[in-house]
């Protein structure tokens, strides 16, 4: 869904969902609904990464999205400004590379925050997404671009020109300002009114590590040693309950490889598989069957008929499947099959 508002952000009346309220769902097969949810968060307008592995960029913005709109904010951000800069810096690695190595964008939500640290934000209205673009051919245009230049010996005069050329083809110009309230931000400016370093955490729940101790997640998207706090599953379990009751987002990373995890039907539930403990996700984990896949925004929790528990994610393939984009993650399958999460600091407080 592409938001058009003109003069702000995005429209509350634009909201989907409100705290604590009561919708249930289609009802699908083996109890798995109607679903009664027991809390929702306020979320922005569900958005589609398209042909492009940027799930991190857009389930971290959702994340920052919701905890300003709970806090009464209004606020909407570029998913393709982030993805933009990260390109343009993954160039610059290619083109002193040699070439060699392909321009990838692949990441993790960490990254996300790290992006917003040196590149700032715009607001989605003033560099929206661009319909149908396809972010593996823009990567591939970027690293011949990056390659090209590099045997030339051009210089970094010439590879900025050429790259922001290139990419203001592909991707649209960039605004020559960013007006909020009637006042001019820079990028930086801006993406420090709306997310200070710092403000987040993260989490997972390993045995391979020491636990409440931090570590360098062993995925193949830290490529950058984010540091993770190691935490017993059930603590790790409690922190998403609390921040949800608490009325604050979860960044969820985790596996969706999983046959019972079905966008079409809008569900993901564990098929022939024993009650998660902390010693079978860690087999999980180390037999390589729970891998890092995708990026979402949980937004609230549900039940089914039987009790089952489930929480409730904000996806970016678009308004897809039975409940238009949103899905319902069981309680088991976010036990087992969780790589990490990212929350605000102020959700574990107290």
């Known amino acids: 869904m592409k938001l058009r508002a003109t003069g702000k952000l995005i429209l509350l009346s634009c909201l989907m969902f409100v705290v604590a309220c009561t919708r249930p769902g289609r009802p699908n097969d083996k109890g798995t609904g109607p679903f009664t949810v027991d809390c929702m968060l306020k979320t922005t307008p569900v958005k589609n990464q398209g042909a492009s592995p940027l799930c991190w960029i857009y389930g971290m913005l959702a994340t920052i999205e919701t905890e300003h709109l709970m806090q009464g904010d209004s606020v909407n951000l570029s998913t393709a400004y982030l993805a933009r800069c990260v390109m343009g810096e993954r160039a610059l690695r290619c083109y002193f590379d040699g070439g060699r190595k392909p321009v990838g964008m692949r990441g993790m ?3 996300a925050l790290k992006a917003l640290e040196r590149y700032g934000a715009l607001p989605y ?13 823009v990567g591939r245009s970027v690293a011949f671009t990056a390659r090209g230049l590099a045997a030339q010996g051009r210089g970094l005069a010439d590879f900025n020109h050429q790259m922001g050329r290139l990419l203001d083809d592909k991707m649209g110009y960039l605004p020559l300002h960013v007006f909020m309230l009637g006042a001019e931000y820079t990028p930086v400016e801006f993406a420090h009114s709306v997310c200070l370093p710092n403000e987040y955490v993260a989490y997972t729940s390993f045995t391979h590590h020491p636990f409440h101790t931090s570590f360098p997640l062993e995925v193949p998207d830290n490529t950058d040693n984010s540091m993770f706090m190691n935490v017993p599953l059930p603590d790790f379990m409690r922190l998403i309950e609390k921040s949800l009751s608490a009325g604050h987002p979860v960044c969820w990373e985790g596996d969706i490889s999983e046959p019972a995890f079905s966008v079409e039907r809008g569900i993901a539930v564990l098929k022939g598989k024993a009650k998660p403990t902390q010693a079978l996700r860690q087999r999980e984990f180390e037999s390589l069957r729970t891998t890092d896949d995708h990026v979402m925004e949980l937004i609230g929790m ?15 393939y678009g308004p897809t499947g039975p409940y238009k984009g949103l899905m319902f993650l069981s309680a088991d399958y976010v036990a087992l099959k969780t790589v990490c999460i990212v929350l605000p600091r102020i959700a574990i407080a107290g």
Request: net charge neutral.
């Open 125 to 137: 209205d003033s560099y929206p997404d661009t319909e149908g673009l396809n972010m593996y051919a």
């Open 109 to 111: 939500a960490l990254m």
């Open 302 to 316: 549900a039940h089914d008929r039987s009790g089952r528990r489930y929480f409730i994610a904000k996806n970016s």
